[in-house]
């Protein structure tokens, strides 16, 4: 199968990620964006206030995010709904470092309780004891917990047989009705930007496409096979994240999820501190010489210290706060300040 991004792209980029789209909602968050001027001059003083309260004013800017998504909401509901008529099972694909704002709640009620897999993906970025964590707590009769990180394939292995546990009784009834090697099929479901193209292109790349237009199946629909008597539907399920919680979105623009260009990236970045200071992984001292003083910093101030580390200044000797904002923020995307899991089960 050709790269499943790259087909995509033709036809429904738009639904698939927030970064690219171009809805109204988002356009209007842009245009609003570019009406402001880029950097509004605040005094050292203002600056250091807003951080020492940092209830951040933004929930216009917030709620346009929240609205991004409905028009796609309902054509995509059906679309899934339809395609989960076809699968015994769903695999749905979450962010290892935010297992919590990653997944949609509305899931279980969509799949009508179909048994589920859950990729904890990503896991080279998270922290490894918080990832055996989440695999313990997720794993239930109905549900199996697998940590994979497909960017490398360490873990995709594990599908096959996790999808065959999940669906041994299932398999076993179907041949006690006499069926001879039933096919069991399962669908990849997530928000966007969790992977799913990524673990798609992965398995794809060993199991070619083996049918398409069956009876029964959707047209234009193609299945492969994932093992012996697994085949996947070769077209993701798009989630939609759950925005009611502002701390869900800051999450989801903290690893990228989201875009963060409708957000203050200053204030992003100070809420990121917020974490990372209680947090204070090695790599994060490290990579920014900060003492175990400077972690008693107000997040603002922190963040004046990391852009004055990194040799970030401003006319005047300023340390240039918005460039130290986005430097962190792109870090810790890479994963440069240590494997870090933002949520605990
Ligand atoms: P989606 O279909 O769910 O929207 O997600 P997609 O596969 O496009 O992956 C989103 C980004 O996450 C991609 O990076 C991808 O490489 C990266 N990614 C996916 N799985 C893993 C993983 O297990 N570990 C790591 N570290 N990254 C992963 P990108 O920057 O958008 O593109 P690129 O780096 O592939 O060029």
Not at 30 to 51: G, I, N, V, Y
Not at 91 to 117: F, H, M, Q, W
Not at 279 to 308: G, H, M, N, V, W
């Amino acid at each position: 199968m050709a790269n499943y991004k790259n087909t995509n792209k033709r036809g429904r980029s738009d639904s698939r990620k927030p970064s690219g789209g171009r809805s109204g909602a988002r356009m209007n968050a842009k245009t609003k964006k570019a009406e402001k001027p880029s950097k509004p001059l605040q005094s050292k003083a203002q600056k250091t206030q807003r951080a020492k309260k940092p209830d951040i004013p933004q929930s216009s800017e917030h709620n346009q995010i929240i609205q991004w998504y409905p028009g796609h909401m309902t054509k995509t509901k059906r679309r899934m709904e339809k395609d989960l008529k076809l699968v015994d099972a769903v695999a749905e694909i979450i962010d290892a470092r935010i297992p919590v704002s990653s997944r949609n709640p509305d899931l279980a009620s969509l799949t009508s309780g179909k048994p589920r897999i859950v990729l904890l993906n990503k896991c080279d970025m998270a922290d490894s004891r918080a990832t055996a964590k989440w695999v313990e707590h997720l794993n239930t009769e109905n549900v199996r917990a697998i940590p994979v990180d497909c960017k490398s394939g360490r873990g995709v292995d594990k599908f096959a047989p996790a999808l065959s546990a999940l669906l041994h009784d299932r398999i076993e009834s179907y041949k006690a009705k006499g069926m001879v090697n039933p096919t069991m099929r399962v669908m990849i479901v997530g928000i966007p930007n969790v992977g799913k193209s990524t673990f798609i292109n992965r398995i794809s790349k060993k199991n070619k496409a083996v049918s398409a237009d069956r009876p029964g199946v959707t047209r234009g629909n193609q299945w492969f096979t994932v093992a012996k008597g697994f085949e996947m539907l070769d077209t993701p399920g798009v989630l939609w994240p759950k925005f009611e919680d502002q701390t869900v979105g800051e999450r989801l623009a903290f690893t990228g999820a989201v875009k963060s260009d409708v957000m203050d990236t200053e204030l992003l970045a100070v809420r990121l501190l917020d974490l990372l200071r209680e947090l204070k992984t090695p790599e994060f001292k490290d990579r920014y010489k900060l003492t175990e003083d400077d972690l008693t910093l107000q997040s603002y101030e922190l963040l004046e210290r990391i852009a004055r580390s990194r040799g970030m200044l401003i006319s005047g000797g300023e340390p240039d706060t918005e460039r130290a904002a986005y430097t962190l923020l792109d870090e810790f995307r890479a994963a440069k300040l240590g494997r870090i899991t933002l949520e605990l089960p």
